[in-house]
């Protein structure tokens, strides 16, 4: 009897183990889902983060040239921008306005000439034999692809957030800040104040050297395209701005309607465009982007795609906009909190803000 006790405690003993061994395993895939599903508002908050850091980096400038408070800087430097837009569109919504119709009606012409003469050579038949062997593919998933591109020109929810996280985080970025810090133990808020400091530090240095990044590129595109006689230039070097946000894809996306336009004057045209961008990409990754790392975290590039290639994939468009900050903060994290802090590495150094405590 004896015996047949104890097999019975060994057996409840091993469906203990199993069975919190499955909740537990059933409690990681919950937190993954909720993880997954709760990302977005992650990314928006990040968003309003950058909108609030992108603002307030031009305040700083402001006050270090007029010596003025924080308040009215940052004041100043709101109304600066908007007036900026205001005034820029002001200008040049007319040309814009026009040459956005004019692209609306001649990109599926562009297509059509250019899918024509691709056909009159071999290259140009395998290079269409092979789209045309993806385009089952494509309208197997055309409702998926509806989905990606309404949520991503109709967020219009998204953007309100945004603007409004934004703009509170731009307002009050201390009640925020030491809330989260008071989340800490009191012999490690001081430690959780560097690395948050150092985090938007970099942020900051990142956002305000993407900016000009964009502009350089923009100005280069419109007057490369303008030299080469290439139609709806202006626009055209409008939408490689925008686009250049987003590393890695954000360059061929400015090229196709470019390359459409261009190759419907002639082949020789579109080779030129192609050169052209090619030249513009690489002086904007050679140069100025290096230029811009030097201020800020160095981070592996490769990293940058598989962050692009893993949030593009669960959280879409804007998963893929905001790569780069998201790899930018957690190398901040890592050698700050893992490498300095529970490896005790002190050969690593992160350039930081200063001594703000």
Known sequence: ???????????????????????????CILLTILLLK??????????????????????????QLFSIGEKWALLIGIVSMLLTLTGTGYVLYPSISDQLNELENELPKAAKK???????????????????????????NSEKLTLFFSSFFGGLADIYIIFFLGLFFMVQPDVYINGFIRLFPLHRRKRAQQVIDTTAYTLKRWLLGKVFSMIVVGVLTGIGLSILGIPLALTLAI?????????????????????????????????????LYAAIQALESNIITPMIQRKMISFPLALVLMAQVVLGVFTGILGLILA??????????????????????DQITIENMGNKN
């Open 239 to 275: 939408f490689a701005t925008l686009v250049t946000f987003i590393p890695n894809f954000g360059p061929i996306l400015s090229l196709i309607p470019a390359f459409l336009i261009a190759f419907t004057i002639g082949a020789d045209y579109a080779v030129y465009v192609c050169i």
């Open 324 to 345: 780069v900050p998201i790899v930018a903060i957690v190398v901040v994290l890592v050698k700050m909190i893992y490498l300095q802090d529970i490896l005790q590495d």
């Open 114 to 140: 250019t899918e024509s003469k691709l056909n009159a050579s071999p290259v140009g038949k395998w290079v269409i034999f092979q789209l045309k062997g993806y385009k089952q593919q494509y309208q197997q």
């Open 1 to 27: 009897m004896s015996k047949k006790k104890e097999s019975q405690f060994a057996i409840s003993d091993f469906s203990k183990k199993v069975l919190k061994a499955t909740i537990i395993i059933l409690l």
């Open 38 to 63: 709760g990302f977005k508002i992650l990314l928006l908050i990040l968003s309003g983060i950058l909108v609030a850091t992108f603002f307030r980096g031009i305040a700083s400038f402001i006050q």
